[in-house]
């Protein structure tokens, strides 16, 4: 398994990309900056040759994790805190979430429920649970992680509760 090469977000150009555009896979780091490329049209490229992987005849969909623009101030403090208390650790490298059925994608409205959930926000101020967070988020194996995670009260209490925001948002919908 040969490792990944990282890209730097063509709009910052300060970040390392974790997302790539869907019509122009113009690599990207954030919720911000891909705003800020969309505010001009963009196309598929028409490059046939080119060397991005394409799954072969897949129903699955790879979909970007996009965080709300207040949301990438939390981050980047958390991860000044984690790198200033263990220098030596490096950076996950994100890597891209397939999603099988298209139902499991969540709207912006969904994600905007949780974000302003008090509840979620209540529950985030766990440290055990940040931890745990970060590990599923971070290991090479993040199924098998969050399979075990779901046998932890905490974090199933916690994954409750963000299912109950979306299914609140769907109703109001």
Same mark, same amino acid.
């Given at each position: ?54 799954? %072969? @005849? &897949? *129903? $699955? /969909? +790879?979909? #970007?994790?996009? =965080? !709300? ?14 790198? %200033? @208390? &263990? *220098? $030596? /650790? +490096?950076? #996950?490298?994100? =890597? !891209? ?15 905007? @429920? ?60």
């Amino acid at each position: 398994m040969c490792p990944r090469a990282t890209q730097t977000c063509e709009i910052c150009e300060k970040v390392v990309s974790k997302y790539k555009c869907p019509s122009c896979l113009v690599p990207y780091c954030s919720l911000g900056c891909f705003k800020i490329h969309k505010e001009t049209p963009c196309a598929k490229p028409s490059d046939p040759s080119s060397t991005e992987e394409k799954p %072969a @005849a &897949s *129903p $699955a /969909k +790879e979909v #970007p994790v996009k =965080r !709300p623009e207040e949301a990438n101030d939390v981050v980047e403090k958390t991860q000044q805190k984690a790198s %200033a @208390a &263990s *220098p $030596a /650790k +490096e950076i #996950p490298v994100a =890597r !891209p979430i397939i999603v099988e059925e298209e139902k499991y994608i969540l709207e912006k409205t969904q994600f905007e @429920a949780i974000a302003s959930s008090s509840e979620i926000r209540e529950a985030l101020k766990d440290e055990p649970l940040q931890k745990l967070i970060y590990s599923i988020d971070s290991s090479s194996n993040p199924l098998q992680e969050l399979d075990e995670a779901m046998g932890i009260e905490a974090f199933r209490e916690f994954t409750d509760k963000i299912l109950s925001n979306i299914s609140k948002s769907n109703d109001e919908q």
